[in-house]
């Protein structure tokens, strides 16, 4: 079956630091990939979306970058964290017969 | 491309009463209509779909409608329960496999 990762669940990072978010899917493969954000109380931004290794498309301009080194990861990347880029990070797959699947999100606060 | 809006943004019911959250969406070739349940700090989940070829589906108290003609379709859950407060949202696509349009979200509260 196919099962989605995501890491880590909490994050507190200072301003101008560096960020890593990782997603992994098992048990597919050439999967299309989506990092969604969502600041508190709102809805579902998204930020990048990738249909195969190395083609990464962007939806927002902004601090943040995205890489698929691999079939089934994607990095979610930032060189120097803004306070803007506090909010929940959530990663997801398709296709599936039944729409997307979500990974379990990372909390990012930045101080 | 896809625009897809979702009413109430925020909807109150007492436990025992239905509850119903309406979209609406622009693309008329959208053909698959998926509702996630996000519970605080967790990731959204599937709770049903629809595609275009069926008008209702129901599973156990959730039901899904949908009106290709007016572009619309509309979750609705009877008996409400505690455990259903949550944000809700809906999505549209052209196929369950392609790239979802979100609508921006219910937060649905069930008061005991």
């Known amino acids: 079956s196919q099962t989605i990762h995501q890491w880590p669940a909490t994050l507190v990072q200072p301003v101008g630091s560096p960020l890593s978010l990782e997603c992994t899917v098992e048990?597919?493969?050439?999967?299309?990939l989506y990092w969604y954000r969502q600041a508190a109380g709102r809805g579902l931004q998204l930020l990048f979306y990738?249909?195969?290794?190395?083609?990464i498309s962007s939806e927002v301009p902004q601090n943040l970058s995205a890489s698929r080194p691999q079939d089934r990861q994607f990095i979610l990347s930032s060189k120097k964290l803004l306070l803007s880029d506090s909010g929940f990070y959530l990663c997801?797959?398709?296709?599936?017969?039944?729409?997307?699947?979500f990974g379990s999100g990372t909390r990012l606060t930045v101080v | 491309g896809e625009n897809v809006e979702q009413h109430p943004s925020t909807l109150s019911v007492q436990e025992g009463d239905s509850a119903v959250i309406k979209c609406t969406y622009s693309?008329?070739?959208?053909?698959?209509f998926p509702w996630y349940k996000q519970e605080l700090g967790k990731g959204p989940q599937l709770i049903i779909d629809?595609?275009?070829?069926?008008g209702e589906k129901k599973d156990q108290r959730i039901a899904v409608t949908l009106n290709k003609t007016a572009k619309h379709f509309s979750l609705h859950i009877t008996e409400t329960q505690p455990e259903d407060s949550a944000v809700y949202f809906c999505?549209?696509?052209?196929?369950?496999?392609?790239?979802?349009?979100f609508g921006g979200g219910t937060r649905l509260m069930v008061k005991p």
């Open positions: 693309d008329s070739a959208s053909n698959y």
């Open positions: 629809i595609r275009s070829n069926v």
């Open positions: 997801a797959w398709s296709p599936d017969r039944d729409g997307y699947t």
């Open positions: 999505a549209a696509s052209l196929n369950a496999g392609n790239m979802l349009t």
């Open positions: 048990g597919t493969s050439n999967p299309n």
């Open positions: 990738s249909v195969g290794i190395g083609q």
